[in-house]
């Protein structure tokens, strides 16, 4: 799609409420409408972690393509890889509408979706009819509002994927579903983290590889709850950590009115809380445990930017909302510039290199 073109889509797209925006863009990528971007693979890029090679480190988070609708038409606007969900055992409906909210004056989106899921069927259908056509494809996992144990919910999801699924991610971080968030403390996590892992091992005998597991944790735990998180993910088989979900806080917002509403707030303004979280975790988990950073990325340099913080792969969503899904194929083109102007052989190049700085920052 042009950029010359984009704001004119956007203006149309704004005149509707902020859900039937969100169907009507998953209703244009299923009709062709938006061209396939055709990048020239770049070896800087290619990103090897978890057993997997990512051709680059850009990805598409969980929340937009719920049901896996359409998970080869987003990797054609220029991502490396796509994470559906979150997907839920049961179908469940989610909150009551509305339930997203543009503050367009942040370039920030609150949601409070409730995890609005066709449930394990629906999605696993789509994802079969599609696995031979490869690309990296992580599925989200997560628990039915009612169910009697959420975690056995999470084991649920392990069994039906592993067949499917690049990665998988434990989404334990959601603000909209109560009580889920409880299992970021230490013993919940524990018990969640030693089942799913179990799970794994066990259906990796039928599908020929173990899946690696990634767990999404919120932006707003303290220091305190950071170090539980650390100790709980050092003595489990944990694959890697996905650093953050959506927040509760609503601090420098400029709309608000709209900053009144309850929900998880995502969108440029989550950069630099993310952020915060992303290098605090890097410290404390090491060099070598895999991450992917997301919160706020908007631009190249905000991208770059993770990565320096100690992302290895990183994930976007709210942005394009306002930028257009133009803006994949300008970072990852971005982020090749970057390694040809600093003579990087690897994006990786620069992991790291401002970790000391963002873990510094005060999350208060």
Same mark, same amino acid.
């Given at each position: ?19 039937? /925006? ?7 990528? +299923? ?41 080869? $038409? ?8 796509? $994470?559906?969900? @979150?997907?839920? #055992? ?54 039915? +509002? ?16 592993? #067949? ?26 524990? /018990? ?9 091992? $066990?259906?990796?005998? @039928?599908?020929?590889? +173990? ?34 979900? @959506?927040?509760?806080?609503? /601090? ?22 993310? @952020? ?29 930017? +993770? ?20 803006? #994949? ?29 963002? /873990? ?5």
């Amino acid at each position: 799609m042009s950029d010359f073109l984009w704001p004119l889509i956007r203006a149309g797209l704004f005149r509707f409420d902020p859900e039937t /925006a969100h169907g009507l863009s998953i209703t244009g990528l +299923k009709s062709g409408f938006l061209p396939v971007l055709k990048l020239p693979p770049d070896p800087r890029l290619f990103v090897d972690i978890v057993g997997l090679r990512f051709p680059n480190p850009l990805g598409l988070a969980a929340g937009y393509d719920k049901n896996a609708e359409v998970p080869d $038409e987003i990797l054609r606007l220029g991502f490396g890889f796509v $994470e559906i969900g @979150t997907v839920t #055992p049961l179908a469940q409906p989610g909150n009551p509408k509305p339930r997203i909210f543009r503050l367009m004056q942040d370039q920030a989106v609150i949601n409070r979706f409730g995890f609005n899921s066709e449930g394990h069927a629906a999605a696993l259908a789509r994802l079969n009819a599609r696995h031979a056509r490869g690309g990296l494809v992580g599925v989200n996992i997560g628990a039915n +509002k009612d169910a009697a144990d959420r975690i056995a919910d999470y084991v649920a999801g392990i069994h039906a994927f592993a #067949p499917v699924a690049s990665y998988f991610t434990a989404n334990i971080s959601s603000p909209n579903t109560p009580g889920l968030r409880d299992l970021q403390a230490r013993d919940s996590l524990r /018990a969640l983290l030693s089942a799913v892992m179990v799970a794994r091992d $066990e259906v990796a005998i @039928t599908v020929g590889r +173990k899946v690696p597991v990634f767990l999404k944790i919120a932006p707003d735990l303290t220091d305190a709850g950071l170090d539980d998180v650390t100790a709980e993910i050092l003595a489990s088989d944990l694959d890697g950590l996905i650093v953050s979900n @959506t927040t509760l806080s609503r /601090a420098g917002l400029r709309d608000q009115v709209q900053a009144n509403e309850t929900g998880g707030m995502s969108g440029k303004p989550l950069f630099e809380r993310s @952020t915060i979280v992303l290098a605090k975790m890097r410290k404390r988990l090491g060099g070598n445990f895999p991450i992917i950073g997301v919160g706020g990325i908007h631009s190249v340099e905000s991208a770059a930017e +993770k990565i320096r913080a100690g992302a290895d792969l990183i994930q976007l969503y709210s942005s394009i909302v306002y930028e257009g899904p133009g803006l #994949p194929g300008r970072i990852v083109r971005g982020l090749s510039d970057l390694c040809t102007r600093g003579k990087l052989g690897s994006i990786r190049d620069i992991r790291d290199s401002r970790a000391d700085y963002w /873990a510094n920052e005060s999350l208060t």
